[in-house]
C-alpha cells in the first residue's frame, strides 16, 4: 500500500533553515508529482509546493516564493523541502502528498511539525 513518511521537522528560529523529508513507497513513484502542503494551527491545509514527476514542473505559493525549494530523488523515492528564512507564519503541520497542483492529492503522510519561534 502506498506510505508517505515525513521527516525533519522541529523548532527553527526567524530566519533559519529547515529540510523537510517524505520517503514514498507502495507505488511506483514517477507515476505522479509530489506536493507539501502546511497547515497552519486552526486554519485549513495549503499547497505551498508541488514538483512534476521529472522534477521538470515546479509550483510555489506565493506565501514561500523564494525562501522554499521542492526537489526529489526519483531513485531513492523522496521528495525534500528546503525552507530558508523562515518566518513565524510558517508555523504548523507539513503534509507530504502523492499528486498535488496538477493532480488531485490522493495520499497524505502523517505530517510534520514545524514551529518557528524566538
Known amino acids: 500500500q502506498v506510505q508517505l513518511v515525513e521527516s525533519g521537522g522541529g523548532l527553527a528560529q526567524p530566519g533559519g533553515s529547515l529540510t523537510l523529508s517524505c520517503a514514498a513507497s507502495?507505488?511506483?513513484?514517477?507515476?505522479?508529482?509530489m506536493s507539501w502542503y502546511h497547515q497552519p494551527p486552526g486554519k485549513q491545509r495549503e499547497l505551498v509546493a508541488a514538483?512534476?514527476?521529472?522534477?521538470?514542473?515546479?509550483h510555489y505559493a506565493d506565501s514561500v516564493q523564494g525562501r522554499f525549494t521542492i526537489s526529489r530523488d526519483n531513485i531513492k523515492n523522496t521528495v525534500t523541502l528546503q525552507m530558508n528564512n523562515l518566518k513565524p507564519e510558517d508555523t504548523g503541520v507539513y503534509y507530504c502528498?502523492?499528486?498535488?497542483?496538477?493532480?488531485?492529492?490522493?495520499?497524505w503522510g502523517q505530517g510534520t511539525p514545524v514551529t518557528v519561534s524566538s
Open positions: 502528498a502523492k499528486g498535488g497542483y496538477w493532480t488531485s492529492s490522493d495520499y
Open positions: 507502495g507505488y511506483t513513484f514517477t507515476v505522479d508529482a
Open positions: 514538483i512534476g514527476r521529472f522534477g521538470q514542473n515546479i
